[in-house]
T-cell receptor
Framework: DAGVTQSPTHLIKTRGQQVTLRCSPK?????VSWYQQALGQGPQFIFQ???????QRGNFPDRFSGHQFPNYSSELNVNALLLGDSALYLC????????????FGNGTRLTVT | KQEVTQIPAALSVPEGENLVLNCSFT??????LQWFRQDPGKGLTSLLL?????REQTSGRLNASLDKSSGRSTLYIAASQPGDSATYLC?????????????FGTGTSLTVIP
């Protein structure tokens, strides 16, 4: 039973470019959340998707957008990359409304140069 | 806005020692609290989840307590081992607009010396 899988594991982009990160939730999970973790910091909530719609959003600009597909997988898109977007991007999944623990993937390390 | 603080930021102990990690949060209106472990450059592994109605949870050598009224949680690790070396993060899930928005502390970096 695969857990949460994210791709790619590492990515290097240039300032101003656009990037797409991908996440497949754990089997049986339909809710996907994205977090940004800067070096030495705790993760910060970006947004959450279920039923293919953004349901909740943290304090991130519109340059951060997402999508959820019918198979519950999700993408995080970041436009007009800034140096400050360099971080570990984590995807987490749960069954909707569940009280079970949040399951995280291993993340995508994005470096913006 | 919920703020989560973890003390100490770093901790170094000899193998075999029992230790306590602290987490405090500013708003007691939480749905649950979760402790995670993070190895360098890796994702988060869930250790213990405490619902707001619970006082503690135990898993093996780990015990987490929750005092919601005072806004505090502790993670107790018994008989520490070098393999316990990692960063430990606590996160709270607010009642309002719960969703999956957890608020995280900045973590305690633990080093267990053989």
């Amino acid at each position: 039973d695969a857990g949460v899988t994210q791709s790619p594991t590492h990515l290097i982009k240039t300032r101003g470019q656009q990037v797409t990160l991908r996440c497949s939730p754990k089997s049986g999970h339909d809710t996907v959340s994205w977090y940004q973790q800067a070096l030495g910091q705790g993760p910060q909530f970006i947004f959450q998707y279920y039923e293919e719609e953004e349901r909740q959003r943290g304090n991130f600009p519109d340059r951060f957008s997402g999508h959820q597909f019918p198979n519950y997988s999700s993408e995080l898109n970041v436009n007009a990359l800034l140096l400050g977007d360099s971080a570990l991007y984590l995807c987490a999944s749960t069954p909707r409304g569940s009280r079970i623990p949040l399951h995280f993937g291993n993340g995508t390390r994005l470096t913006v140069t | 806005k919920q703020e989560v603080t973890q003390i100490p930021a770093a901790l170094s102990v000899p193998e075999g020692e029992n230790l306590v990690l602290n987490c405090s949060f500013t708003d007691s209106a939480i749905y649950n609290l979760q402790w995670f472990r993070q190895d360098p450059g890796k994702g988060l592994t869930s250790l213990l989840l405490i619902q707001s109605s619970q006082r503690e949870q135990t898993s093996g050598r780990l015990n987490a307590s929750l005092d919601k009224s005072s806004g505090r949680s502790t993670l107790y690790i018994a008989a520490s081992q070098p393999g316990d070396s990692a960063t430990y993060l606590c996160a709270v899930r607010p009642i309002l607009n719960a969703g999956n928005q957890f608020y995280f502390g900045t973590g305690t970096s633990l080093t267990v010396i053989p």
